[in-house]
């Protein structure tokens, strides 16, 4: 959703606050796509400091469906947001660039809700997500969930030094 800042820029140390609804429905990165599974309204305040720079204050909670790492089951992953940023709308684009100021969620005098909020999701992604810190993942021949049960597939691992003897032993049958 774009909120205009026409409003706030024209008047000094002015404040305004919204309730915002995002309109994304889920995280797409390279990773790939994460429903929401829940999200809240986005409660946003913002404020003229003067000489053109914003204050930009915001809450968000949402829900994300990840993957499980090991077994590859959805986790239900809460994000509590709380983002605060401060503007210079005087900055051109190329400055910004230069200045490795990375505010793609201001596009002219419009502030992109769904872009400002994509970007701290991106920060605060996970590195690690697992269902529960005992996982036992997936059968690596069959693809079975190991939690909920065995799959009766050989697992011994023989030590790769001696996989030329193995497999002497297994040609001579």
Known sequence: MLIH???????????????????????????????????????LTITNLGEEKLKLEAKAELTAAIPCDRCLEEVETPF???????VDMKQTAE?????????DFIIGYNLDVDKLVYSEILVNWPMKTLCREDCKGICKRCGT?????????????LDPRM????????NSN
Request: glycine letters at 6%; a negative charge.
């Open 5 to 43: 800042l026409n409003d706030v820029l024209s008047c000094e140390e002015k404040t305004i606050s919204r309730t915002v609804d995002l309109e994304m429905r889920s995280f797409d990165s390279s990773l790939g796509s994460f429903p929401f599974i829940r999200k809240e309204a986005v409660e």
């Open 80 to 86: 509590r947001l709380a983002i605060s940023r401060e």
């Open 95 to 103: 400055g910004r660039i230069e200045d490795l100021d990375e505010t």
């Open 145 to 157: 969930n190991l939690n909920h049960g065995s799959c009766g597939c050989d697992t011994a691992e």
């Open 163 to 170: 996989a030329v003897i193995a497999e002497i032993f297994k």
